[in-house]
């Protein structure tokens, strides 16, 4: 059975930094892409980032290009978003999310909680 | 970014049939894809590539459309789908519409 288990949210001030991690298991994590998607309290969903199954490619949305970045350790079946320079509209619930080959995200976690505030 | 727009919500009575439907900005192709998120809970893959049945989803939940106008159909609606019904497009960099809430009667 396909898991992904997230940990790292919490309460941060504005400016500040955080890292989430994503523990995968139930499939060979080194072989898929992997990504964050994030949903703003009572809001949609929003797209942000991706990396490839080496981490040698990463892809961003512009509305966080230059202040997360993604990373992943296939040795431990591990994803990594480290959230820099956060702004009270990066609060949301953060999930880590597996995008098949074409980009739909068939397996997701139960998500970890952000909330950016001073 | 690619826009997506949905209706924001729909009430329908249990064994009725329901669209909701998903218009985008530019075109898409059929990389179109269904989402059903119960409060609480983590999004949950329906369709994708917009008329493929998701593993393990019920044959009551089918999608059509090609380029920019898109469907997602329950026949028949059930009480347990009582949800917010999300899509998302991955022609372009991934985007998602806001959602439409699923009510019944």
């Known amino acids: 059975e396909v898991q992904l288990v997230e940990s790292g949210g919490g309460l941060v001030q504005p400016g500040r930094s955080l890292k989430l991690s994503c523990a995968a298991s139930?499939?060979?994590?080194?072989?898929?892409?992997m990504a964050w998607v994030r949903q703003a309290p009572k809001k949609g969903l929003e797209w942000v980032a991706t990396?490839?199954?080496?981490?040698?490619?990463?892809y961003y949305p512009d509305s966080v290009k230059g202040r997360f970045t993604i990373s992943r350790d296939n040795a431990k079946s591990s994803l990594y978003l480290q959230m820099n320079s956060l702004k009270s509209e990066d609060t949301a619930t953060y999930y880590c999310a597996s995008p098949g080959s074409e980009d739909y995200f068939d397996y997701w976690g139960q998500g970890v909680m952000v909330t950016v505030s001073s | 970014d690619t826009v997506l727009t949905q209706s924001p919500a729909l009430a329908v009575s249990p064994g009725e049939r329901v669209s909701i439907s998903c218009r985008a900005s530019?075109?898409?192709?059929?990389?179109m894809h269904w989402y059903q998120q119960k409060p609480g809970q983590q999004p949950k893959l329906l369709i994708y590539?917009?008329?493929n049945l998701a593993s393990g989803v019920p044959a009551r939940f089918s999608g059509s459309g090609s380029g920019t106008d898109f469907t997602l159909t329950i026949d028949p609606v059930e009480a347990d789908d009582t949800a917010t019904y999300f899509c998302q497009q991955s022609w372009n960099d991934p985007t998602f519409g806001a959602g439409t809430k699923l009510e019944l009667k």
């Open positions: 139930g499939f060979t994590f080194s072989n898929y892409y």
């Open positions: 990396i490839s199954t080496s981490g040698s490619r990463t």
């Open positions: 530019e075109g898409v192709n059929s990389y």
């Open positions: 590539k917009a008329s």
